[in-house]
């Protein structure tokens, strides 16, 4: 389940599940075992004490030699019906007085218990089987021996070997336990990281001719919706730019046939039959006037994919912008003086940008407004700055923008009246460019159109020195 070394989540999670559950039944599995050895340790110390008090109560009442001997007996009788109960008695200096015939409590160990933990349980093994007791020093009526040890101990190999096989079972239990639940989570992880693998799917069925499928939110659960929707958001947005980019190639071919083709009909009309050189300079002079469309239109497009991608708009300034108009005014004179257009400018103001690029977007709004003006009417620009942003008004009096198309004028090739403009200079890029290289600022740029008067209006970010770029002023 690891795929150029990334491990799959089924595993991760059957190996969490497997972990956790061996986790918790061993830790389950020690608190009983324990518990289970403490009271089989309680058990034996009932036992233990008890014998050792019968043992303290004997011995107390002993005054002879004689009396001991009887004690023996009557000790003997007392642990009749109790196999693996033994008891030794033994002197100071370690002579066994009395021990039962399985007693096995070694001497050393019970007298060493017996001064420092008297009554306390201590544990031995001999060969195979394990014992308990316990031992202390007790005082007997024997002028003679008035102190002696006793140790009381059981045979605890039973108790042993039921922990040991209680242990045997748990760890079977545990493994059985681990290896079902490795295989239950396995089953689960699967099951619940189907809707994964249905989402999978579905994104094998998108191409690019199938860019408008979507994955269905419906079906996917809570956790996976809001990836889902990211990514069918993503697709819309791919979808709109694929379709964009497949407009705008179909757009371009579309506007190259025509001056080719003109360009192409002319070329033969002219080699059909000899002409003069005047003839042949005439028909080249229009093919150069055709080429230099064409030369314009490809430089536009190389432009706008510049403006688009943001590029050429790093080199920013403090541009004043009434300069700026004033240049454009001055370029558009002559033409403006032919139609008695007058040009104003109102107002000042200063934006940190690409000078060229902006000059650009400027000339692109002015070259439209003086193209459809009407005759003697005034061209107003129009300069207001406030704390954040800067605008533009570029207004003209003239040919009036039905209002479906104030937002379609930005598109690429997009002329409100398509038969009317082919035929005269424009490719319809003009704001297209304008609106790329406003976006590239963090600006805005809008179209309004009224009775006459159509104002294109640009807003951008004042921007601070501080965002220019070193060197650039
Ligand atoms: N000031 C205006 N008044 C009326 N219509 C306008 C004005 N400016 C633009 N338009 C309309 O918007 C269309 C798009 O303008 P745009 O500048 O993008 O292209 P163009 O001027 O036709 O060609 P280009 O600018 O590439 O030479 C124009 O064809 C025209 O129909
Ligand atoms: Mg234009």
Request: one cysteine or more; glycine letters at 6%.
């Amino acid at each position: 389940m690891r795929v150029n070394g990334r491990t799959s989540i089924t595993r991760r999670l059957t190996l969490l599940f497997v972990f956790a559950s061996s986790a918790v039944l061993l830790a389950l599995g020690f608190v009983i075992a324990s518990s289970v050895e403490k009271h089989f340790e309680q058990q034996d110390m009932e036992v233990l004490t008890g014998k050792m008090e019968l043992a303290g109560y004997a011995l107390e009442k002993l005054q002879s030699q004689n009396d001991l001997e009887r004690m023996k007996q009557q000790l003997r009788n007392a642990l009749v019906g109790h196999p693996g109960l033994d008891v030794s008695i033994f002197s100071p200096n370690q002579t066994v007085i009395f021990a039962t015939p399985g007693a096995s409590a070694p001497i050393n160990l019970a007298s060493v218990n017996a001064r420092r933990n008297p009554h306390r349980p201590f544990t031995w093994t001999i060969g195979e089987s394990s014992y308990r007791g316990i031992a202390a020093e007790l005082s007997t009526g024997i002028k003679e021996q008035s102190r002696v040890f006793v140790a009381v101990s059981l045979d605890i190999a039973h108790h042993q070997a039921f922990l040991r096989s209680f242990l045997r079972t748990l760890w079977l239990f545990v493994a059985v336990a681990a290896a079902l639940t490795g295989i239950l989570g396995w089953a689960a992880a699967r099951r619940g990281l189907a809707p994964l693998r249905a989402m999978r799917e579905q994104a094998q069925v998108v191409t690019a001719q199938q860019l408008s499928h979507r994955l269905p939110l419906e079906s996917t659960p809570v956790e996976l919706a809001e990836l889902a929707q990211s990514l069918n958001d993503m697709l819309a947005r791919l979808e709109k730019a694929f379709h964009r980019l497949s407009d705008f190639s179909s757009d371009i071919a579309h506007e190259l046939r025509t001056p080719v083709s003109n360009l192409m009909t002319e070329t033969h009309v002219a080699l059909s039959r000899q002409r003069s050189a005047d003839d042949y300079r005439s028909i080249l002079e229009s093919n150069a006037e055709e080429f230099g469309r064409m030369a314009r239109m490809i430089s536009d497009m190389l432009l706008l994919a510049k403006a688009e991608n943001g590029l050429g708009t790093q080199a920013r300034e403090m541009v004043d912008l009434a300069a700026e108009v004033l240049v454009l005014f001055d370029y558009y004179d002559a033409v403006a003086e032919e139609k008695g257009l007058r040009l104003v400018l109102e107002g000042n103001g200063e934006v940190s940008a690409d000078r060229l690029m902006l000059r650009r977007a400027l000339g692109n709004l002015l070259s439209n407004g003086v193209r459809h003006s009407t005759a003697n009417t005034t061209l107003n620009v129009a300069i207001n700055t406030n704390k954040e942003m800067v605008s533009v008004c570029v207004k003209n009096i003239g040919d009036t923008i039905p209002q479906e198309y104030w937002k379609r004028v930005f598109d690429r090739f997009f002329r409100v009246d398509n038969s009317r403009q082919r035929s005269s200079e424009g490719t319809g890029l003009g704001l297209a460019i304008a609106k790329s290289i406003v976006g590239a600022h963090g600006g805005t740029i809008t179209a309004e159109s009224m009775i006459a008067v159509t104002t294109f209006t640009i807003r951008l970010p004042r921007g601070t020195d501080a965002s220019l770029t070193p060197g650039s002023l």
